[in-house]
């Protein structure tokens, strides 16, 4: 089958575009036509092996996260989905940039009925890091106010539609140029970051669900009130992602000693810092499809490329000024 890897860490150069081997599936597994897939950042920091020392994988290593795709085998053991379903899904071990791959059930949810397969491989990684980081960890509640950075992007234009949805206060930030579209998907306040210090214009905040890292995640402290919490996709990791992974000994504890430096300045302003490593969750995915269904959550897609133009695709994402998704029609 058709297929993008790598055979080693490196730069975008590495990747290949070729045969590999049609995956195989257990008895509780599906195996699914690939129809789309989506390109996200961390796509491009696997290519440069990025999370190497945590999770090791075996080469050559299909990329990608997300797909939308039909079933065409099931596993003895699988249950809830049969032969001919379309689904969508945040990948386990196999990676999507592939004609097949093989899923876990419990990783796999019915595609929503009201979207497109490119616009379902748009969803799976954004919405579950959003749904994971505002309902499961910050536990986002009606009336609070929540800070998202980078609204314009994959993950910042679907949480700040989560965190409507829960009926928070949204501010993020952008450049002014996307302000009205972001606003337009739920935010009550934009900062236009090229122009303004988020830190003069908002505080006293419940929430800050940070997706940039360094500076900004350390500065994002100062907008929170005492008993607030960020929770971090691009910050140092913690204790909660070493038991996500199960760490051996030795890893669990060396990895939460990384954030070390975070979670003291947190301390001492009386706030909380997570670390989150999202997981698939099927689950959780249909919670997702009953909020796309009704139009609460959609999807929101920069550019569409044919397969032959994956190389551009990956090429678009790397630029780093996507607005919304980067989606791949494999057929």
Known sequence: MKAVYINHYGKLDQI????????????????????????????LRMVEGEFKAVIPVQFPFILGNDLAGVIVEVGTEVERFKVG????????????????TSLKEASVALKPKNIS??????????????????????????????????????VGSVAIQLAKHLGAYVATTASAKNADWIKDLGADLVIDYKTSNFTDIVSDYDVVFDTQGGDILERSLQVLKRGGIVVSIAGQPDKNMAETINANWLMSKIIPLLSLPIRIKAKKRGVRYHFLFMQPNGEQLSHIVELVEAKKIIPVLDQVYDFADFAKAIQHVDNGHSKGKVVVNLL
């Open 16 to 43: 290949q575009f070729g045969d590999q081997p049609k995956p195989t599936i257990q008895s509780d597994e599906v195996l699914v036509k690939v129809h789309a897939v989506s390109i996200n950042p961390l796509d």
């Open 85 to 100: 379903d379309e689904i969508f899904a945040k990948t386990d071990e196999q990676g999507s940039f592939a004609e097949y």
């Open 117 to 154: 397969m490119a616009q379902a491989a748009a969803l799976p990684l954004v919405t579950l890091t959003a749904w994971q980081a505002l309902v499961e960890i910050a536990q986002l509640k009606r009336g609070q106010k929540i800070l998202i950075h980078a609204g314009s992007g994959g």
